[in-house]
């Protein structure tokens, strides 16, 4: 069965850079068939997809956030990682890991989250 | 790329039927059949309930059903139980590898 599980600091400083690190378990994500992704969701609101990553590299990232938003994978440690810059209060958010297959575009597997507070 | 529009509550008693909206554009919704519905309990993950319009992945009930009429899809949940008593969240592809979710939709099982 395939599991997803983030990591990373919960406390961000406003300006500095949020990293996390989605490692994946039970699968490859060297699998050409799949997609991989970030989603947030700020406390009390909905879903917003930040980015997805290829493990041959390719990347999308959502045109809004595209300037401050960085995706990376590691194929040997089968983990892939966000970074977002200059972050804000606004950035507080649970953020999610998911899957997406290739050739379609729903997310089928998403970790269970992580809670990122932006605050000095 | 705006989020779809979604009503933020909808509500019905144990056995009846329920739909759920979910307006894009012709840029999203309207140009694709990639729309997905995700069922999110409070403090959990989102779950996969409906994936290209209205097919459903295994295990999910198929008291689950979707469609899409132009630019609005819609979930439909049929004999309404307690436990689907959730926040409801449609997706779609946006074209160039984008997707847009909607803003959210609480379920109330009365």
């Known amino acids: 069965q395939l599991q997803l599980q983030e990591s990373g600091p919960g406390l961000v400083k406003p300006s500095e850079t949020l990293s996390l690190t989605c490692t994946v378990s039970g699968g490859s994500i060297s699998s050409s068939s799949y997609y991989w992704g970030w989603i947030r969701q700020p406390p009390g609101t909905g879903l917003e997809w930040i980015g997805s990553i290829h493990y041959n590299g390719n990347t999308y990232y959502k045109p809004s956030l595209k300037s401050r938003v960085t995706m990376s994978v590691d194929t040997s440690k089968n983990q892939f990682s966000l970074k977002l810059s200059s972050v804000t209060a606004a950035d507080t958010a649970v953020f999610y890991c998911?899957?997406?297959?290739?050739?379609?575009?729903?997310?089928?597997?998403w970790g269970q989250g992580t809670l990122v507070t932006v605050s000095s | 790329q705006s989020a779809l529009t979604q009503p933020a509550s909808v509500s019905g008693s144990p056995g009846q039927s329920i739909t759920i909206s979910c307006t894009g554009t012709s840029s999203d919704v309207g140009s694709y059949t990639f729309v997905s519905w995700y069922q999110q309990h409070p403090g959990k993950a989102p779950k996969l309930m409906i994936y290209e319009v209205n097919r459903r992945p295994s295990g999910v009930s198929n008291r689950f059903s979707g469609s899409k009429s132009g630019n609005t899809a819609s979930l439909t949940i049929s004999g309404l139980q307690a436990e689907d008593e959730a926040d409801y969240y449609c997706c779609s592809y946006a074209g160039s590898s984008t997707f847009a979710f909607g803003g959210g939709t609480k379920v109330t099982v009365l």
């Open positions: 998911a899957r997406v297959p290739s050739n379609g575009d729903y997310w089928d597997y």
